[in-house]
């Protein structure tokens, strides 16, 4: 399995028949003071599975380190891989994790990680600046 987009939005959802819209891309916020946090953000995943996986359990998550390494957040669940719509191509597992009222103590670089099976396929960075002329 193959983690083959990962991004951090402003909003994002997934239509009843699988697509998947997104608005306001970002990788970077930005506070005069800390802590500091925003109302809701999305990080969004796009996973490709070719057919030896299909049917099979996988352990879906994400976790959030922040640049010291420390795990600040961690989600799992287990999934099975859905087959592909046709034959020849890999089978899509879009997944959307929100972000209510997180905040963030400490400017910096903030990680998302994207696990399957335990293993980390994809990382997302999220960086948390300190506004110009102000003391972290």
Do not use: C
């Amino acid at each position: 399995m193959d983690a083959t987009l990962g991004l951090i939005a402003e909003y994002a959802t997934i239509s009843n028949d699988g697509k998947l819209s997104v608005l306001g891309i970002f990788d970077q916020m930005s506070s005069a003071t800390f802590p500091t946090g925003v109302p809701i953000f999305y990080v969004v995943v796009s996973l490709a599975a070719g057919p030896a996986e299909f049917g099979s359990q996988r352990q879906i998550g994400i976790a959030l380190h922040s640049q010291d390494g420390k795990e600040l957040f961690k989600s799992e669940s287990t999934e099975t891989v859905p087959k592909a719509p046709l034959p020849g191509i890999k089978s899509a597992m879009n997944r959307i994790w929100a972000f209510p009222g997180v905040g963030f103590v400490n400017p910096g670089t903030y990680e998302f990680s994207i696990l399957v099976d335990g293993r980390t396929e994809r990382t997302i960075p999220l960086y948390i600046l300190q506004l110009k002329g102000e003391q972290p």
